[in-house]
């Protein structure tokens, strides 16, 4: 017994749904069980999470490297940050990098670069979380610096 041409065609259009919610629900991982990976957080997230973490941001200026590098200028983002048991301001310089290949390009450019501003070496503080590093003058509080490296590393995803 064959079909008619209606019920071919209809019979087709089924397929064809079925497949395209097979296919849509693959691609949100559902028939898998997994999710898409967690990309980094951009620099308005980033700040909302410190936030909620109870530490405070003022004085934000973009392109503020403490130096003159100009990989570093394009990724950098100057703070001045307090919060939980970090009393005196803090200046902070967070860099951001495009991906993990940029970062582990120019993360060792940081500390050169933090000789422009760093007043006491030995007391120099620097957070690495693809694709950010955090750097300022310390010594921070503990648990501020607790909350700075739980905040970034949740905030890094898988790290770009």
């Known amino acids: 017994m064959s079909l008619s041409p209606v019920a071919r065609s209809a019979r087709a259009s089924r397929v064809v749904a079925l497949g395209l919610i097979v296919l849509v629900l693959a691609a949100c991982g559902q028939l898998l069980g997994t999710e898409p990976p967690a990309t980094p957080t951009d620099f308005p997230g980033l700040t909302g999470r410190l936030k909620l973490a109870g530490i405070t941001l003022t004085d934000t200026v973009s392109g503020d490297a403490g130096c003159t590098d100009p990989d570093l200028v394009p990724a950098a983002i100057s703070v001045t940050a307090t919060g939980l048991d970090q009393a005196t301001p803090v200046k902070l310089y967070l860099y951001i990098f495009r991906n993990r290949e940029a970062w582990e390009r120019q993360r060792g450019s ?14 120099y503080e620097e957070l690495q979380d693809s694709p950010y590093v ?16 739980t905040v970034l590393a949740e905030a890094a995803g898988t790290g770009g």
């Open 110 to 123: 940081i500390g050169p670069c933090a000789e422009a501003w760093v007043t006491d070496p030995a007391t």
């Open 134 to 149: 955090l750097a300022g003058q310390g010594p921070w509080a503990p648990e501020f610096e607790g909350a700075l490296r």
